[in-house]
């Protein structure tokens, strides 16, 4: 089992690491692609990813990675931005859910399946303020939402708890018990 994480430059670095960190705890890869045809992204603080793979151009989505179980997006306003703007990660969140595989968005990145109609009659939750530019769905401003097939989370305060709810849609309670369990001693 493994997920597809985009990262376009400016995207907020510890929710995407801390997101992979917990799926990978949980047995789930994680690859990380750029949509703009980059090798590498640069986070909203500086931090440089080396992405695993890349689409060829950013308005052509390739259907060869239709083959994970999930798409991940993390927020970071100008990361969102990117992600807003490229017609192939709409057209990849959108054949995602289509297929009842599992799309995921924190932080300003709900906003990117709001605009690609992912969110209509659902639950979501996203950072405090983009949620007035999503309509016809409940914003709940929990940690993180899970309606269907679509999760989202809050912020990069809330990373943990995303994290463990994907993993929790992807591999189920006892897997993520565990995970829980491991990174939360006291």
């Not at 640069?42 to 992405?51: A, D, I, L, Q, T």
């Not at 989505?61 to 990117?82: C, M, Q, W």
């Not at 899970?146 to 463990?164: E, H, P, R, W, Y």
């Amino acid at each position: 089992m493994f997920v597809y994480m985009l990262l376009c430059d400016g995207f907020e670095e510890s929710e995407a690491i801390v997101t992979a960190d917990i799926l990978a705890r949980g047995g789930i890869g994680v690859k990380f692609v750029s949509p703009y045809g980059k090798f590498k992204a640069v986070g909203s603080h500086g931090y440089v990813v080396e992405v695993n793979d890349r689409f060829a151009n950013p308005d052509d989505y390739d259907s060869r990675f239709d083959d994970a179980d999930a798409v991940v997006l993390p927020g970071g306003k100008i990361g969102t931005e990117n992600l807003k703007a490229s017609v192939a990660v709409k057209k990849m969140v959108r054949e995602y859910s289509d297929s009842g595989k599992v799309v995921a968005a924190i932080c300003a990145a709900p906003t990117v399946l709001g605009a690609a109609g992912l969110l209509s009659d659902k639950k979501y939750t996203c950072y405090p303020g983009f949620e007035s530019g999503i309509r016809n769905a409940e914003y709940t401003a929990s940690p993180c939402e899970t309606d269907g097939n679509i999760v989202t989370g809050k912020s990069m305060g809330c990373a943990t708890q995303f994290g463990l709810g994907l993993l929790k849609k992807l591999k189920g309670e006892e897997v993520c018990k565990a995970v829980e369990e491991g990174i939360v001693r006291s």
